[in-house]
């Protein structure tokens, strides 16, 4: 069963700018669909970008486009979310979820996308400080 992992969480100033990664051990060789979402306290999961990486198509919440991207790394067993110009209202834990044999077609930005099929990690405190 793949195994997924998050890293690179951390606090940072207003306006400041991290890099997530997200690594994913076992068969990667298939394509697969990536989510990043985040859940602060007292909230609900919410998806803020998406990747299928058998196309590279990418996907983002209102609340985030403009300022995050989602990659693939040469290493196809890797996702990375570059988030520039943060804000305090992005401070929450950050999770990112795999799921094999998605619809490509399908933005696969919603928590009930994975449900009961995706691989989940263990996520990622982000703190954004004014």
């Known amino acids: 069963q793949p195994q997924v992992a998050e890293s690179g969480g951390g606090s940072v100033q207003d306006g400041g700018s991290l890099r997530l990664s997200c690594t994913i051990s076992?068969?990667?060789?298939?394509?697969?669909?990536m989510g990043w979402f985040r859940q602060a306290p007292g909230t609900e999961r919410e998806g803020v970008a998406a990747i299928y990486t058998g196309s590279h198509n990418t996907y983002y919440s209102d609340s985030v486009k403009g300022r995050f991207s989602i990659s693939q790394g040469a290493a196809k067993n890797t996702i990375y979310l570059q988030m520039n110009n943060l804000k305090p209202n992005d401070t929450a834990v950050y999770y990112c979820a795999a799921v094999f044999g998605c619809d490509p077609t399908r933005p696969m930005m919603e928590y009930s996308d994975y449900i009961g099929r995706g691989y989940w990690g263990q996520g990622t405190q982000v703190t954004v400080t004014s």
């Open positions: 076992g068969d990667t060789f298939r394509s697969y669909c």
